[in-house]
């Protein structure tokens, strides 16, 4: 019987294992190997080997109400989308609030994690670690790694002839912090990704010239939508997923563009994608368009070479005079604390699991990671109904099925990814689609219909409003009774932060006329296929 859990990690991820196996009645123990909770949220000065990097400058992607956990509110006060210190703020709010500080020891390096002789009867683990210089073994009932994906840099620098000759500085974007030493600078940055985007849009408020360099081109958005609205709050919804995955693949597809494009025509910028119906993670940037009609930005192909002192691009043109060169290429995953690596990475050099969560081949289903996905959705969302998924999964409430049946689904996900994403390896996956099968599988989904019978004020919102977090704390295990009424205000909540002048104006909160406009066109389209097909 599962008691004791391991969780390695006290970002985003860990913090939630934490709560999840309280919840449970488990006890948890997490290892964390910096001096402070957040993770990738905990800003440093500079890089530090094996730990998450970011700049100072980080916004986040998905407005408060979008990714806070399920039964614990941002503070009204704090903007729809924020400063990473905000998000840390949050966090040691969290976990003051839950009191989860006192299940964490810090300062302290995992080093092994190995399964124990008798593992196909016990599923335990072996889990070595060191501290203040000190190694000791402990033996735990389970394992939640929540090591997260921002960790070791995918730099592709050596792939590139003539690197070698380069006479300026080049470095991947986790070494980013601030844009001071790039001051009437040229700089080259090869990414156009969220850190990318945000690095060029930055360095080309001091920098002489900024150049960003894309191979395959990006979809790219606004924070700020429909009405000034969180983009997420107005595009993440039940009703838009169901459009999506139930009408004809050409008519999906053309809305999509359609909705990709709307801010602006991304021909016209040399951003749109190769292959433009592929639902690969947008770039999320509000000043990008500006600074590229402004020539402060301009957007380059693949890189061919480099030379002494200049760049030569896939369509031959050539960019002399560059000082910088800065690889915001992503990451790549790695858990170097596992003895048997095949646990974790075992097929094509990728991470199999089922759910995104398990390893299939586990006599015992005794590991779990934790917010190794990404999607339109939350990471902090995500990983909290991941990690109660997994506990459930320890205490035997939930059986995953046999090995085989893990493994079709998990065929079945990859060539679903191949379709939508391009690529069978991505972490990518259908944000609503996902966290519908977890919360299923442990019973915190909501009902729709039944709503609609007893609460139909409350199912509008479900159905066709933001697929807040709160929805899956509405009723199940771990059930908040908060839920209803922060589903009900978090339109209010939104509003509140930028409606900071008095104005009188007639119109709701709710924006009711925002969505009857989003809705119309994907309804007539639906209609006029019922007709005539």
Not at 220 to 237: A, C, K, Q, T
Not at 450 to 465: E, H, I, N, S, W
Request: aromatic content about 12%.
């Amino acid at each position: 019987m599962v008691r004791k859990v391991a969780i390695i990690g006290a970002g985003v991820s860990g913090l939630a294992s934490i709560k999840a196996c309280l919840e449970e009645g488990l006890e948890p123990i997490c290892f964390e190997r910096s001096d402070d909770i957040g993770g990738l949220w905990h800003f440093t000065n500079s890089a530090v080997d094996g730990r998450a990097s970011i700049y100072t400058s980080v916004c986040t992607n998905s407005c408060k109400e979008m990714m806070c956990f399920a039964d614990f509110p941002f503070p009204e006060d704090f903007p729809n989308y924020l400063h990473n210190t905000k998000i840390r703020e949050y966090l040691q709010l969290f976990a003051k609030h839950f009191d989860l500080v006192k299940y964490i020891k810090f300062k302290t390096l995992v080093i092994h994690v190995r399964k124990r002789p008798d593992f196909p009867r016990t599923g335990q683990w072996e889990v070595e670690i060191e501290a203040e210089g000190q190694v000791e073994s402990h033996v735990f009932d389970a394992v939640m790694v929540c090591s997260g994906h921002h960790v070791y840099p995918n730099n592709p620098a050596h792939t590139y002839p003539g690197i070698e000759k380069f006479k300026g500085k080049y470095f991947h974007s986790r070494e980013y912090k601030g844009p001071d030493e790039f001051r009437g600078k040229k700089v080259l940055v090869i990414g156009l990704g969220n850190s990318g985007s945000d690095i060029a849009v930055e360095l080309s408020n001091v920098a002489s010239q900024v150049y960003l360099s894309s191979r395959n081109g990006s979809w790219v958005m606004s924070r700020v939508w429909e009405n000034g609205y969180p983009w997420d709050m107005v595009i993440v919804n039940r009703f838009e997923t169901f459009l999506r995955n139930t009408l004809p693949t050409a008519i999906s597809d053309w809305l999509f563009v359609k909705q990709m494009s709307r801010w602006f025509d991304h021909e016209n910028f040399s951003l749109v994608p190769v292959n433009r119906t592929l639902r690969k993670e947008p770039v999320f940037n509000d000043e990008l368009p500006s600074r590229i009609t402004c020539g402060s930005v301009v957007v380059k192909p693949g890189v061919k070479e480099f030379t002494e002192t200049s760049a030569v691009f896939q369509d031959g043109t050539v960019q002399e005079g560059l000082d910088y060169v800065i690889f915001a290429t992503g990451y790549t995953f790695a858990y170097p604390f596992m003895d048997d690596e095949s646990i974790l990475m075992c097929k094509d050099n990728m991470v199999t699991l089922y759910k995104s969560i398990l390893p299939p081949q586990l006599e015992k289903p005794t590991m779990a990671v934790i917010g190794l996905v990404q999607s339109l959705g939350s990471a902090i969302t995500t990983a909290e109904l991941q990690s109660r998924w997994a506990t459930r999964v320890f205490k035997g409430l939930y059986k995953p099925p046999s090995e085989s049946h893990m493994m079709e689904d998990i065929d079945e996900k990859m060539g679903k990814k191949l379709k939508w994403y391009g690529q069978c390896d991505s972490l990518q996956t259908d944000y609503i689609v996902y966290m519908d099968e977890l919360a299923s599988a442990i019973g915190v989904k909501p009902n729709i219909p039944l709503l609609f019978l007893t609460d139909p004020k409350l199912a509008v919102q479900v159905y066709f409003g933001p697929c807040s977090s709160y929805q899956f704390r509405l009723t199940g295990p771990g059930k908040w009774d908060g839920a209803r009424n922060a589903i009900l205000t978090q339109w209010d909540r939104a509003l509140k932060t930028t409606r900071t002048r008095v104005v009188h104006s007639p119109q709701n909160s709710f924006p009711l006329f925002a969505f009857l406009k989003i809705l119309a066109l994907p309804l007539l389209i639906a209609a006029i296929f019922l007709v005539f097909v």
